[in-house]
C-alpha cells in the first residue's frame, strides 16, 4: 500500500507545477502555461507570468490570542453584570482599552427594555387617574376632618393604598406587540395558502361579515384586489399594502372563528389568524408604514388603532392614531378638495377612513384628556355616504351619528377640559353646559329613531344600542361634571349624579347582554368597551356616596368592582382598574359603616352637593398628617394609570 502522502509534500508538489497566465486566467479560455503562451501571442497581448503563491506561514500564537479573547470577553460579561446589580456607571477601568469605547455608547444609549420608563404619557383633567386623585383628595379631606372623633384605622390604610394604586405603572413588557419578530424595515411574513384566502374572499363575497359593516371598511372588491396584487404583483408591494391586507384578513379569521364559520371544519382558522395577526404586527412595526403615506399606510395604520384599542393597550393605540392622522393631514384627507380628484370607490373609502380616525381621536381626547390634531375648523370633508341598500343603510347612519357624536365630544374638551376652557369663569361653564347638554339629548334622540329592523346582522346592531347608551351617558356625566373640575371639586349637581347612577346601571345591563349573546368575548368587552368608556360617573358615586353616606351608592359601586373582578384577567389595565375600583367601593363602605356607627363623619344633604371647601392639593401634601399617612415617597411617586404600548 502506497505512504500517504504529507499536506506539506502535496503543497510542495503542487507549487512546482506551472499555472496558467494571468491573461488567461482572465478571458477564461485554456493555457499552455509556457511564457509566452500560445494563447496570448495568437491574440497579440503580452502574456503575464502569474502571481507567485504566498507562503503559508502557521499562526505560532493562535492558542494564546484565543485565551487572551476569552479573558477579555470574561472581563467584558463581568463588568456589565456588576453595573446591572448596582445600577451605577460601569468604571471604565475595570475593561481593557479595547472595550472602553463600546461601554461608553452602550451607557448612553438607552436600550428597549428601559426606553418606555424614559416619558409617560399625560393626561388631562377628563382622565380616569386625575379624576380619582380628586376623589382621593375629597375623601382625605373628609377623613382628615373626622380624625378628632376617632375615624377607623382602615380608612388611612386604604387611601394609602389608593394613591399607591392610582401611581402605578404597567409593565413594560405589556406595552409592545405579542409577535416579537423582525422589525426592519423590509418585513419577513409568512406567506398564508392561497387556496384558503381564496375560500375567505368567496365567503365574504357570498355574506359579508359584521367587520365590513363597521366604520372603517365595507368595500369587498378592495379585499379582493389586496389579496391579488398579493399573490399575482405586478409592481413591488408596499409595506402599507402588506399591512392593510393581513390585517384585513386577521379581523375577518377572528369574526370567522367566534361565530364557528363554516371555513372552520374546511381550513385551520386557528392557524390562519395567528400567520394573518403576526404579519399584520410585523408590518406595524416597520419604519415604512410610519414614514410613508399613503391610502394602504393609513388603512394598515387605522386597523392597528383598531386592534391595540380591543387589547387595552392605549398608548400603542394613541401612537398609531397620531400617525394615521398625520398621514391624513399630509394628503389632505380633512378637505373635500382632494376627493374630487379620486374615483368613486376609491373616494368613498378614503373617506371612511377619515372619519373612522376623527371619532377615535375625539374619543381618547376627551378619555385621557390630550389635545386635538385635527380641528373642526379645519375640516370640510363631506361625511361617508349612506347606502341605498336597506341591509347597510342603518349601518351608515349610525357611522354619520358617532361622527356627530365625536363633534361633540371635541366641544366639551375644549370648552371645558383644555388650558383654554378651564380657565373660564364658572358662569360661564355653566351655559356652556347646559348649551351642550341640550344638543346631546336631540343627538340621542336622533340616534334612537334610527330603524334597524331590516338591516342585516339586526341581532348584533340592536345588541349594540345597549353600548350606545353606556357612552351617551359617560360622556354626558363628563360634560356635567365639567364646571365642578377645579376648586370645588366636590360639588355635584342632581342631574350629574343622576347620569353618572344611570350610567353605572347602564354599564351593568350592558355586560349581562352582551354575556348573553356572545357575539364579543368577555376579555374584548372589558377591554374596548369598558376602558374606552369614560369611568367618571364611578367617580361621581364614590364622591356622592362619601358625602351624603348613602349606603344604595355603595352597593352600586360594589356591583361595578364585582364585574371588573370577573374580568380582570382580561388585560394588566383592567386589572389595575378593579383594584383601583374596589379601593374605592371599600373606602366608601368604610366611610358608610362610619356613620351607622354614630362616629366621625357628617352628612350632606342629596339633592345638590356642596362644596367642602377642601384645603388646596398641595397644603395637603406639606402637612404632617398627610406625610405621616401616605410617606414621603409616595408623595414623589409620578402619578400615572396607564403607562401603555406596542
Keep these: 500500500m502506497p505512504e500517504e502522502e504529507s499536506i506539506q509534500a502535496r503543497q510542495e508538489r503542487l507549487a512546482s507545477i506551472p499555472r496558467a497566465c494571468e491573461a488567461c486566467k482572465l478571458r477564461r479560455i485554456r493555457c499552455d502555461r509556457n511564457h509566452p503562451c500560445s494563447s496570448c ?109 376617632g375615624h377607623p384605622k382602615d380608612i388611612p390604610t386604604t387611601l394609602q393604598a389608593l394613591l399607591n394604586l392610582t401611581a402605578s405603572q404597567l409593565e413594560t413588557q405589556y406595552t409592545k406587540f405579542a409577535s416579537s419578530s423582525s422589525t426592519g424595515n423590509k418585513p419577513e411574513i409568512s406567506l398564508i395558502p392561497v387556496e384558503i384566502v381564496v375560500a375567505v374572499i368567496r365567503e365574504i363575497k357570498r355574506r359579508k361579515p359584521t367587520f365590513l359593516y ?112 398625520t398621514h391624513c393631514q399630509l394628503l389632505g384627507y380633512h378637505r373635500e378638495s382632494t376627493y374630487t380628484k379620486r374615483h368613486g370607490t376609491e373616494r368613498k373609502n378614503a373617506r371612511r377612513l377619515f372619519w373612522t380616525l376623527y371619532v377615535f381621536e375625539r374619543t381618547t381626547s376627551l378619555l385621557f384628556g390630550r389635545p386635538l390634531k385635527l380641528h373642526d375648523f379645519d375640516i370640510d370633508t363631506k361625511y361617508p355616504e349612506t347606502s341605498a341598500n336597506p341591509g347597510a343603510k342603518p349601518w351608515d347612519e349610525s357611522f354619520i351619528a358617532f361622527i356627530k357624536l365625536a363633534k361633540l365630544q371635541g366641544q366639551a374638551y375644549q370648552r371645558f377640559y383644555s388650558v383654554e376652557g378651564a380657565s373660564q369663569p364658572l358662569t360661564a361653564k355653566m351655559e356652556h353646559v347646559e348649551d351642550l347638554a341640550v344638543t346631546f339629548e336631540q343627538w340621542k334622540s336622533d340616534l334612537d329613531s334610527i330603524p334597524s329592523g331590516a338591516a342585516d346582522h339586526a341581532q348584533i346592531l340592536n345588541l349594540s344600542r345597549a353600548h350606545w347608551e353606556l357612552i351617551y351617558l359617560s360622556t354626558k356625566t363628563l360634560l356635567l361634571r365639567a364646571p365642578s373640575i377645579g376648586t370645588v371639586r366636590a360639588e355635584i349637581s342632581p342631574s350629574c349624579f343622576d347620569t353618572a347612577r344611570k350610567s353605572l346601571q347602564s354599564c351593568l345591563e350592558c355586560f349581562v347582554s352582551y354575556q348573553e349573546h356572545g357575539v364579543v368575548r368577555e376579555t374584548e368587552f372589558a377591554n374596548s368597551f369598558l376602558l374606552f368608556t369614560s369611568f367618571a360617573p364611578f367617580i361621581i358615586i364614590f364622591i356622592h356616596a362619601i358625602t351624603t353616606l ?42 358608610v359603616e362610619v356613620s351607622i356607627s354614630g362616629s366621625g363623619f357628617e352628612s350632606r344633604p342629596e339633592d345638590g352637593l356642596q362644596p367642602l371647601n377642601e384645603t388646596p392639593w398641595h397644603t395637603f401634601a406639606n402637612s404632617d398628617f398627610f406625610q405621616d399617612l401616605l410617606g414621603e415617597d409616595l408623595l414623589d411617586t409620578p402619578m400615572d394609570l396607564s403607562h401603555l404600548d406596542l
Excluded at 446589580?85 to 477601568?93: A, D, E, K
Design 41 to 149: 501571442q495568437s491574440a497579440g497581448i503580452a502574456c503575464q507570468k502569474p502571481t507567485p503563491r504566498r507562503e503559508h506561514q502557521p499562526k505560532n500564537n493562535k492558542i494564546n490570542q484565543l485565551e487572551e479573547h476569552v479573558r477579555r470577553l470574561e472581563t467584558r460579561i463581568v463588568a456589565l453584570e456588576s453595573q446591572s446589580q448596582s445600577h451605577t456607571p460601569l468604571n471604565p477601568s475595570a475593561l481593557t482599552p479595547a472595550h472602553v469605547n463600546d461601554v461608553q455608547r452602550a451607557q448612553s444609549v438607552p436600550n428597549d427594555a428601559n426606553r418606555s420608563e424614559l416619558a409617560e404619557p399625560y393626561e388631562g383633567s377628563s382622565s380616569f387617574t386625575v379624576q380619582s386623585l380628586d376623589a382621593h383628595q375629597i375623601a382625605y379631606s373628609r377623613a382628615a376632618k373626622a380624625q378628632s372623633t
Design 214 to 325: 363597521s366604520w372603517v371598511l365595507d368595500d369587498t372588491s378592495l379585499i379582493e384586489t389586496l389579496c391579488r396584487s398579493l399573490y399575482f404583483p405586478t409592481e413591488p408591494l408596499t409595506v402599507g399594502h402588506l399591512t392593510s391586507t393581513y390585517g384585513i384578513l386577521y379581523f375577518i379569521g377572528k369574526e370567522f372563528l367566534l361565530t364557528q364559520s363554516s371555513l372552520c371544519n374546511e381550513f385551520d382558522l386557528h392557524a390562519f389568524t395567528r400567520t394573518c395577526e403576526d404579519n399584520f404586527d410585523i408590518g406595524l412595526k416597520t419604519h415604512d408604514i410610519l414614514a410613508q403615506p399613503s391610502f394602504h399606510s393609513i388603512l394598515g395604520l387605522t386597523l392597528g388603532v383598531i386592534k391595540t384599542y380591543n387589547q387595552a393597550k392605549s398608548f400603542t393605540c394613541s401612537m398609531l392614531l397620531s400617525s394615521a392622522i
Design 550 to 591: 348613602n349606603a344604595n351608592d355603595v352597593i352600586l359601586l360594589e356591583k361595578i368592582a364585582n364585574l371588573l373582578e370577573q374580568v380582570q384577567d382580561a388585560s394588566q389595565e383592567i386589572k389595575r382598574m378593579h383594584r383601583i375600583c374596589s379601593t374605592f367601593s371599600s373606602l366608601a363602605s368604610s366611610f
